[in-house]
């Protein structure tokens, strides 16, 4: 008998933090991958030890997307993880700059993934679209705006997705996290590490394996099944804003 082919999962944002991590447990899965992220380097540090495919992709320039699933030809499960927040300033302060690429990552660059691969998902016969939103999408707090925007976007884009492809074989979830400690905060204040670090002070956040561990669940659930979303947070986060510290 012919052993059953391996599924095949797509990352964007594999080369750091949740992207990263879900690759590896996608693999203990039993997914065979395909990695995208800008960082080739950081991207191959990842995919070698898991026998990844991975490539250049840029989910804010339409033709890094086309060339990327262009060489795609089969495809289960597509994990819109390529995001992220620039800035915490306040709409007074607002920068027209941090805003369109916030926008044009977290927001468009789903679309324009999700897009790209839906006909190969639905031709799987059991496709699945995972799209990592975040408390940010559900709790507005003062000066994340801009960022809180896209990932409210990011809850209804899923929504909408869930209710237009319902009737055909692709799940469709979201997993929206509270405080994870990745590269996340760095990049949010521009590689300024000692502001990043106090966003984590005095209290144990989630660890990008523990939002891994979610997607996994997700997906390995049986194909009847959809997990329409989890929001999952650390114990000491009971919101956006109200986090309990030991300083
Ligand atoms: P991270 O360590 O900074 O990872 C972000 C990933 O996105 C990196 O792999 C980055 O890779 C990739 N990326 C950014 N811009 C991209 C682009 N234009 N094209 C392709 N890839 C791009 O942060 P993370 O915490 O793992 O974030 C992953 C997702 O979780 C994001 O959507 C974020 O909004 C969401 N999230 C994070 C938290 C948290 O507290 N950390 C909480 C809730 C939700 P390159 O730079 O190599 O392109």
């Known amino acids: 008998m012919l052993a059953e082919s391996k599924k095949i999962a797509v990352v964007t944002g594999a080369s750091s933090g949740i992207g990263a991590a879900t690759a590896t447990a996608l693999h203990a899965a039993g997914f065979e991958l395909i ?46 993880n390529a995001g ?33 691969l839906l006909p190969k998902l639905e031709a799987s016969g059991a496709g699945h679209i995972v799209n990592v939103g975040s408390v940010a999408g559900r709790d507005p707090y003062p000066g994340g705006a801009g960022y809180n925007a896209v990932k409210f976007a990011v ?44 966003v984590y002070a005095g209290m144990q956040p989630l660890l990008a394996e523990d939002v891994a561990d979610c997607i996994q669940w997700v997906v390995t659930r049986a194909p009847h099944v959809n ?11 009971a ?7 030991k300083l």
């Open 239 to 245: 919101s956006a804003t109200v986090v309990a510290r």
């Open 84 to 116: 992220g927040a620039l800035g915490m300033d306040t709409i007074a302060q607002a920068k027209d700059d941090d805003w369109e690429r916030m926008y044009d990552t977290n927001v468009l660059g789903l679309m324009r993934m999700t897009r790209a």
């Open 155 to 198: 809850k209804a884009i899923t929504q909408v997705m869930r209710l237009e492809l319902v009737g055909k074989p692709i799940r469709i979830t979201e997993v929206a996290p509270g405080l994870v400690e990745t590269e996340f905060s760095e990049v949010r204040f521009s590689g300024d590490r000692e502001r990043a670090s106090k």
């Open 35 to 80: 990695l995208g992220a800008r960082r080739l380097d950081r991207l191959k540090e990842v995919g070698e030890p898991l026998g990844a495919t991975y490539r250049v992709l840029d989910v804010t320039d339409a033709d890094s997307v086309e060339q990327f699933c262009s060489e795609i030809q089969n495809v289960q499960l597509l994990i819109n």
């Open 227 to 237: 997990i329409d979303e989890i929001v999952v947070k650390p114990l000491a986060q």
